[in-house]
């Protein structure tokens, strides 16, 4: 499965951006589900996750970020509320399937203050 990424761009503090991740095939199987987080100079880390059973957000984020699903267009939503400046960073899509693992390419989200 290929992912593609969008949605990112420059935002002011207090906006809102909705990141899409589109899958090359149906995602109807897909029982994972994730946005992660890369900052400059940080590691990756899980913002928000998915599976049929809970969902889960960073503390971070908690209020302020939906992950959501349309398997009709095959993506993967994260929308974005009340945006900071800490989160700004490159957002990567994952995608599982069973034992099988996909990745966006990644998309940059810029906070300015």
């Known amino acids: 499965v290929q992912l593609q990424a969008s949605g990112g761009g420059l935002v002011q503090a207090g906006g809102s951006l909705r990141l899409s991740c589109t899958a090359s095939?149906?995602?109807?199987?897909?029982?994972?589900m994730g946005w992660y987080r890369q900052g400059r100079g940080k590691e990756r880390e899980p913002v928000a996750t998915?599976?049929?059973?809970?969902?889960h957000y960073a503390d971070s984020v908690k209020g302020r970020f939906t992950i959501s699903r349309d398997n009709a267009k095959k993506t993967v939503y994260l929308q974005m509320n009340s945006l900071k400046p800490e989160d700004t960073g490159v957002y990567f899509c994952?995608?599982?399937?069973?034992?099988?693992?996909?990745w966006g390419q990644g998309t940059l989200v810029t906070v300015s203050s």
């Open positions: 998915a599976t049929v059973l809970a969902t």
């Open positions: 994952n995608l599982r399937e069973g034992r099988r693992n996909y």
């Open positions: 095939r149906s995602i109807v199987n897909i029982d994972y």
